[in-house]
């Protein structure tokens, strides 16, 4: 097991390094002059600045060498300049990191909580109407396109009943709470300002219940397949048989069984809410790094384009890593191939 | 607690049915089947895998699946259990009726400690019980059944017991409420040999120091000798005779035990090959017509074709057989 | 408790299949058939802006007066043959370096493999925006960025089946009767290998679908005026409180994604059969 944990932290940086050089050699894919890439068409003009530009990535050097100075220049966590906000893009997506993280973890929480009471009513309920609707209701969230749903969601719970905020991370009339993690929640309670975390909290359960859900089908999905399973072991039989009442049964006996395998895919889930992330921030102007990425798109602003790119993969590579370990530590008879 | 002397058995079933599927293609595993176990009895159910008898046991205390349609009667202590609320089945479940199962090995719950396992059916059925009570408690039942260094094995996980052991911690964890009625489906089937002996000591013992009423599962007739009071024998899904176990081996009377008797494996005998009852059981929905037994009876004749056999004999000894009697003389 | 009838067959595997397929035809229809079933062109404008759903317009006009049902039924044209192709080609290159991968093995499996790793790493749509981008908008460029994300989903499959093939009996017959490497490979392996990539390639369809969408949602597909429905949804955010103009599109991208999950559950319940 300790090998196994090892031989993957050990290839953690190889992999780091492959996500970078390929995110480079998206830098060399755009037509034309590399300088697009770096430098804005309204700069383009001015020799000063590309004269700074090319010294600073080696234009006018081979690949190989500007290749070296790339990766040297992310090391020291340059990622060059973003054209639109004109600021360090490191410095835009650290600034922007929490919000995304905020927004992904309480859709986490919210699919995986849908996705786990579906998985064991529909496992429970099998071939009965609560199974087909949990599947539906499943199946459902995973087709429907999340940047359509949350326009949905925004004009019927927003516009017509006004039930839930519009777009943004909280209202714009309260005061800032110092950032500390940079979780408007958490930061709103350890300023305990409790107006501000129920204005946060009420502005996030929108766009983490359209993100959950579009991950709740994944989870469902695997819960119910795994309960089945449980559900039919013999030890199922025997607390039964010592007269436990069927709540205790489900939960205590059967969902505790298939706890591993859930978390892992909740693990896993966390690439499909990074993607979901991009389009739910822009319908709800969510200031996070999605919606950086796409006005980035849209803008051609490549050092931002690919400086996301390169720490989506990273976080990306991170949990992914978590997820296997916690798997290895959690079931400590699984084969590893 | 002596029940006998108000004349109200202990365990009585009366034409206990089981069937599953919707009403058109409905599929009967168990079709009327009648046995009472007394106070203190040890009853055995003998019968090949599927012939309904573990079945019929499980839908007795409700434990059937949710395909299964049970009628019938099953009185315990004369308090009727089919159709009672699953609220008051559970109660008596693990309390005064407990169960146990075939395989050790999956019928104790993976992640869950021993101890947690005990002292769950402990306190199931008390909730004045404190967790150290509770522990106490598991521990002294461990050493009831001989598990040795039990405080150090209630922290430990199934995983880490051998086979007996773990079907020790089942009937440890069966007896820990001090039931009235034990019900063991095939106890010792996926265990080796010689544990095999050492697991039907420790029910042996606990049956007599406990009092219990004992109703033992098996499809191996060599088992219930020298443990059983009484036997049935269960052939697709009823019961074709029932005699004590002495009666049954001196005078078996329906050619399906003489069957069962003849292939116990003989540990004296020198025999090259164990006999067994040629031919399959019927699949459930595809009953012969008459007798079920007949496709692989030696001695069947045309009345078993077309006429289902009615119990013949007494109280004591009864077979549902044409040939009871002529079976019994031709012996 | 082994002999227990199951309960009675998949009953309900078959409707969500027919629904699927339904669907899936209906969508198929209009890509072929779309002029004929509307009696509208989907760059005119036909009526007044912004109109709410009607007789004359089902799904009313969006904000250049166009008629949205027939831009959505127009949509299809270009969501369905992008997301075949998508796939096809994913298909294709994937399915070839991971049997390559698989069959080689050594230093050519490990090249492929840690391209694999690599590609896989990303987040699929930000990887997909970045190439997009990269490459400039276009409905061409996107589908190039989506193979480009796709097609180590195939070759992971398909190695991992050539490995398991390559271990089986008849196999190792035909190499101990001394068939070439190649022969091997395409008569004796591949064609074992592909029932369990061909599932995985019709669920990916709604997928891909999805992912073209959201590329042009973002403005990195199809560009405006194309009735793309990603693009559709897009104009239809900008017309907020005209709520239909982005409901077709979006009803379309459901439905046709939810049809294509139907039809992989059921393939997918069919070959394994555990998840009953």
């Given at each position: 097991?300790?090998?196994?944990?090892?031989?993957?932290?050990?290839?953690?940086?190889?992999?780091?390094?492959?996500?970078?050089?390929?995110?480079?050699?998206?830098?060399?894919?755009?037509?034309?002059?590399?300088?697009?890439?770096?430098?804005?068409?309204?700069?383009?003009?001015?020799?000063?600045?590309i004269?700074?530009?090319?010294?600073?990535?080696?234009?006018?050097?081979?690949?190989?060498?500007?290749?070296?100075?790339?990766?040297?220049?992310?090391?020291?966590?340059?990622?060059?300049?973003?054209?639109?906000?004109?600021?360090?893009?490191?410095?835009?997506?650290?600034?922007?990191?929490?919000?995304?993280?905020?927004?992904?973890?309480?859709?986490?929480?919210?699919g995986?909580?849908?996705?786990?009471?579906?998985?064991?009513l529909?496992?429970?309920?099998?071939?009965?109407?609560?199974?087909?609707?949990?599947?539906?209701?499943?199946?459902?969230?995973?087709?429907?396109?999340?940047?359509?749903?949350?326009?949905?969601?925004?004009?019927?719970?927003?516009?017509?009943?006004?039930?839930?905020?519009?777009?943004g991370?909280?209202?714009?009339?309260?005061?800032?709470?110092?950032?500390?993690?940079?979780?408007?929640?958490?930061?709103?309670?350890?300023?305990?300002?409790?107006?501000?975390?129920?204005?946060?909290?009420?502005?996030?359960?929108?766009?983490?219940?359209?993100?959950?859900?579009?991950?709740?089908?994944?989870?469902?999905?695997?819960?119910?397949?795994?309960?089945?399973?449980?559900?039919?072991?013999?030890?199922?039989?025997?607390?039964?048989?010592?007269?436990?009442?069927?709540?205790?049964?489900?939960?205590?006996?059967?969902?505790?069984?298939?706890?591993?395998?859930?978390?892992?895919?909740?693990?896993?889930?966390?690439?499909?809410?990074?993607?979901?992330?991009?389009?739910?921030?822009?319908?709800?102007?969510?200031?996070?790094?999605?919606?950086?990425?796409?006005?980035?798109?849209?803008?051609?602003?490549?050092?931002?384009?690919?400086?996301?790119?390169?720490?989506?993969?990273?976080?990306?590579?991170?949990?992914?890593?978590?997820?296997?370990?916690?798997?290895?530590?959690?079931?400590?008879?699984?084969?590893?191939? | 607690?002596?029940?006998?002397?108000?004349?109200?058995p202990?365990?009585?079933?009366?034409?206990?049915?089981?069937?599953?599927?919707?009403?058109?293609?409905?599929?009967?595993?168990?079709?009327?089947?009648?046995?009472?176990?007394?106070?203190?009895?040890?009853?055995?159910?003998?019968?090949?895998?599927?012939?309904?008898?573990?079945?019929?046991?499980?839908?007795?205390?409700?434990?059937?699946?949710?395909?299964?349609?049970?009628?019938?009667s099953?009185?315990?202590?004369?308090?009727?259990?089919?159709g009672?609320?699953?609220?008051?089945?559970?109660?008596?479940?693990?309390?005064?009726v407990?169960?146990?199962?075939?395989?050790?090995?999956?019928s104790?719950?993976?992640?869950?400690?021993?101890?947690?396992?005990i002292?769950?059916?402990?306190?199931?059925?008390?909730?004045?019980?404190?967790?150290?009570?509770?522990l106490?408690r598991?521990?002294?039942?461990?050493?009831?059944?001989?598990?040795?260094?039990?405080?150090?094995?209630?922290?430990?996980?199934?995983?880490?017991?051998?086979?007996?052991?773990?079907?020790?911690?089942m009937?440890?964890?069966?007896?820990?409420?001090?039931?009235?009625?034990?019900?063991?489906?095939?106890?010792?089937?996926?265990?080796?040999?010689?544990?095999?002996?050492?697991?039907?000591?420790?029910?042996?013992?606990?049956?007599?120091?406990?009092?219990?009423?004992?109703?033992?599962?098996?499809?191996?007739?060599?088992?219930?000798?020298?443990?059983?009071?009484?036997?049935?024998?269960?052939?697709?899904?009823?019961?074709?005779?029932?005699?004590?176990?002495?009666?049954?081996?001196?005078?078996?009377?329906?050619?399906?035990?003489?069957?069962?008797?003849?292939?116990?494996?003989?540990?004296?005998?020198?025999?090259?090959?164990?006999?067994?009852?040629?031919?399959?059981?019927?699949a459930?929905?595809?009953?012969?017509?008459?007798?079920?037994?007949?496709?692989?009876?030696?001695?069947?004749?045309?009345v078993?074709?077309?006429?289902?056999?009615?119990?013949?004999?007494?109280?004591?000894?009864?077979a549902?057989?044409?040939?009871?009697?002529?079976?019994?003389?031709?012996? | 408790?082994?002999?227990?009838?199951?309960?009675?067959?998949?009953?309900?595997?078959?409707?969500?299949?027919?629904?699927?397929?339904?669907?899936?035809?209906?969508?198929?229809?209009?890509?072929?058939?779309?002029?004929?079933?509307?009696?509208?062109?989907?760059?005119?404008?036909?009526?007044?802006?912004?109109?709410?759903?009607?007789?004359?317009?089902?799904?009313?006009?969006?904000?250049?007066?166009?008629?949205?049902?027939?831009?959505?039924?127009?949509?299809?044209?270009?969501?369905?043959?992008?997301?075949?192709?998508?796939?096809?080609?994913?298909?294709t290159?994937?399915?070839?370096?991971?049997?390559?991968?698989?069959?080689?093995?050594?230093?050519?499996?490990?090249?492929?493999?840690?391209?694999?790793?690599?590609?896989?790493?990303?987040?699929?749509?930000?990887?997909a925006m970045?190439?997009?981008?990269?490459?400039?908008?276009?409905?061409?460029?996107?589908?190039?960025?989506?193979?480009?994300?796709?097609?180590?989903?195939?070759?992971?499959?398909?190695?991992?089946?050539?490995?398991?093939?390559?271990?089986?009996?008849?196999?190792?017959?035909?190499?101990?009767?001394?068939?070439?490497?190649?022969?091997?490979?395409?008569?004796?392996?591949?064609?074992?290998?592909?029932?369990?990539?061909?599932?995985?390639?019709?669920?990916?369809?709604?997928?891909?679908?999805?992912?073209?969408?959201?590329?042009?949602?973002?403005?990195?597909?199809?560009?405006?005026?194309?009735?793309?429905?990603?693009?559709?949804?897009?104009?239809?955010?900008?017309?907020?409180?005209?709520?239909?103009?982005?409901?077709?599109?979006?009803?379309?991208?459901?439905?046709?994604?939810?049809?294509?999950?139907?039809?992989?559950?059921?393939?997918?319940?069919?070959?394994?059969?555990?998840?009953?």
């Amino acid at each position: 097991m300790t090998r196994y944990i090892l031989r993957r932290l050990f290839a953690m940086p190889f992999l780091v390094l492959g996500i970078v050089t390929l995110a480079f050699l998206l830098t060399t894919l755009t037509k034309g002059d590399p300088l697009t890439a770096i430098v804005s068409e309204r700069q383009m003009n001015d020799p000063t600045v590309i004269a700074a530009a090319k010294a600073r990535w080696g234009l006018d050097r081979s690949l190989p060498e500007r290749y070296v100075i790339y990766v040297g220049n992310l090391v020291t966590g340059d990622m060059g300049t973003s054209f639109i906000t004109r600021r360090a893009v490191a410095q835009d997506i650290l600034f922007r990191l929490p919000a995304t993280m905020e927004l992904v973890i309480a859709a986490m929480i919210i699919g995986s909580t849908i996705g786990i009471a579906l998985g064991v009513l529909a496992a429970y309920f099998r071939n009965t109407a609560t199974d087909h609707f949990a599947r539906l209701f499943a199946l459902f969230g995973s087709s429907v396109p999340v940047f359509w749903l949350g326009l949905a969601l925004l004009f019927v719970f927003s516009v017509k009943f006004g039930i839930l905020p519009g777009p943004g991370r909280m209202d714009a009339r309260l005061p800032l709470p110092d950032e500390i993690t940079g979780f408007l929640t958490i930061d709103a309670l350890l300023a305990g300002d409790l107006r501000v975390f129920i204005d946060a909290l009420w502005h996030l359960i929108l766009p983490a219940f359209v993100l959950g859900w579009s991950v709740a089908g994944t989870i469902s999905r695997l819960v119910r397949a795994n309960m089945l399973e449980v559900l039919g072991r013999e030890f199922i039989l025997t607390a039964r048989a010592k007269g436990a009442g069927e709540m205790r049964v489900v939960l205590r006996h059967a969902l505790r069984n298939t706890l591993v395998p859930t978390l892992t895919v909740i693990g896993y889930s966390f690439a499909y809410l990074l993607t979901g992330a991009i389009l739910t921030e822009t319908i709800f102007s969510w200031p996070g790094m999605g919606s950086y990425a796409v006005s980035a798109a849209r803008g051609l602003d490549f050092p931002a384009i690919i400086g996301v790119t390169i720490v989506g993969g990273v976080v990306f590579l991170i949990t992914n890593l978590i997820t296997d370990i916690a798997y290895v530590i959690a079931n400590p008879r699984v084969k590893l191939g | 607690m002596n029940h006998t002397e108000t004349g109200v058995p202990l365990f009585e079933v009366k034409d206990l049915r089981v069937s599953f599927g919707r009403s058109e293609t409905q599929l009967e595993a168990v079709r009327g089947i009648s046995l009472t176990v007394n106070n203190g009895e040890v009853l055995g159910i003998v019968g090949e895998s599927g012939s309904g008898k573990s079945i019929g046991m499980l839908a007795a205390l409700g434990l059937q699946p949710e395909t299964a349609t049970v009628s019938g009667s099953v009185r315990f202590k004369g308090k009727e259990l089919v159709g009672l609320s699953r609220r008051e089945l559970r109660k008596l479940r693990g309390s005064r009726v407990a169960m146990i199962f075939q395989d050790p090995l999956s019928s104790l719950n993976p992640v869950m400690t021993i101890g947690a396992q005990i002292t769950e059916a402990l306190q199931l059925h008390n909730d004045q019980l404190s967790n150290k009570a509770a522990l106490e408690r598991a521990e002294e039942l461990l050493k009831l059944v001989a598990i040795p260094q039990p405080d150090r094995r209630l922290s430990q996980y199934p995983h880490e017991f051998s086979g007996g052991m773990r079907q020790r911690v089942m009937i440890a964890m069966a007896v820990a409420n001090d039931p009235d009625l034990l019900i063991a489906d095939e106890p010792t089937t996926a265990l080796d040999v010689t544990v095999q002996a050492q697991i039907m000591e420790v029910l042996a013992d606990l049956q007599e120091r406990l009092n219990l009423g004992l109703i033992l599962i098996t499809h191996d007739l060599g088992v219930l000798a020298g443990h059983a009071d009484r036997v049935a024998v269960v052939y697709a899904g009823q019961i074709v005779e029932q005699a004590s176990i002495d009666d049954l081996f001196a005078a078996p009377s329906h050619p399906y035990t003489r069957g069962l008797i003849a292939s116990i494996p003989d540990m004296t005998a020198d025999r090259e090959r164990l006999f067994s009852i040629e031919g399959m059981p019927p699949a459930l929905g595809r009953l012969p017509v008459g007798c079920a037994f007949h496709p692989r009876c030696p001695m069947c004749q045309e009345v078993c074709r077309t006429t289902a056999p009615l119990f013949r004999g007494n109280q004591k000894h009864e077979a549902a057989c044409h040939f009871a009697e002529l079976a019994e003389g031709g012996r | 408790m082994a002999l227990l009838p199951r309960p009675k067959g998949p009953r309900w595997l078959s409707l969500p299949l027919g629904i699927g397929l339904m669907v899936v035809v209906f969508w198929l229809l209009a890509t072929l058939l779309a002029p004929q079933m509307t009696s509208y062109d989907p760059m005119d404008m036909v009526a007044r802006r912004l109109q709410p759903p009607s007789w004359q317009h089902f799904l009313g006009t969006d904000a250049l007066g166009r008629d949205v049902f027939t831009r959505t039924l127009y949509g299809a044209r270009h969501s369905l043959p992008i997301a075949v192709i998508v796939v096809c080609l994913s298909l294709t290159v994937g399915a070839f370096l991971g049997a390559i991968s698989g069959f080689l093995g050594g230093v050519a499996d490990n090249a492929i493999m840690r391209l694999v790793d690599i590609t896989l790493s990303f987040p699929p749509m930000l990887l997909a925006m970045a190439v997009a981008a990269g490459l400039g908008p276009g409905l061409g460029n996107a589908a190039i960025a989506m193979v480009i994300v796709w097609w180590p989903v195939y070759a992971r499959l398909m190695r991992a089946q050539v490995l398991e093939v390559r271990e089986r009996e008849h196999v190792e017959a035909a190499v101990a009767a001394g068939a070439s490497r190649p022969r091997i490979l395409l008569k004796h392996i591949l064609p074992l290998c592909w029932t369990p990539v061909l599932i995985s390639a019709t669920m990916d369809l709604g997928q891909v679908i999805l992912l073209a969408a959201s590329l042009s949602f973002i403005g990195l597909g199809a560009t405006p005026p194309t009735p793309e429905w990603g693009s559709m949804i897009s104009e239809g955010a900008a017309q907020f409180y005209s709520w239909w103009v982005a409901f077709g599109p979006g009803a379309a991208i459901l439905t046709i994604v939810l049809g294509f999950n139907f039809i992989g559950d059921a393939l997918h319940d069919h070959f394994d059969p555990r998840s009953k």
